[in-house]
């Protein structure tokens, strides 16, 4: 390989910043599906062992769920902060009295 570098080599850490949890979620679930229908072969030709593949999709589907629950508790929060719509309610009129 020459000394060019590529495009994912001049990729820095600080650019992922802008992604949603929603968007590393649907990445890892995507990855989980890739990592099912290469483990078989991998195992056949001895690049993994079972063990290996088990805890390493195990620990995927792990981080799933743990980001899951982290989102279901962001919503929950933004539902419990929000501010109530009043249009339903009646309008006050305060008096003063001079």
């Known amino acids: 390989m020459s000394g060019k570098k590529t495009a994912i080599a001049l990729w820095t850490d600080s650019e992922h910043e802008h992604r949603g ?3 590393a979620i649907s990445e890892l679930e995507r990855e989980a599906q890739v990592r099912k229908r290469c483990y078989d072969r991998w195992m056949g030709e001895g690049r993994i062992s079972y063990i290996d593949a088990a805890d390493r999709q195990e620990r995927l589907l792990s981080a799933i769920a743990q980001l899951r ?9 933004a539902e419990m902060t929000s501010v109530p719509e009043t249009d339903h309610l009646p309008k006050v ?5 001079s």
């Open 21 to 23: 949890l929603e968007e």
């Open 69 to 77: 629950k982290v989102l279901d508790l962001q919503e929950v929060s």
């Open 93 to 97: 009129v305060s008096s003063t009295v």
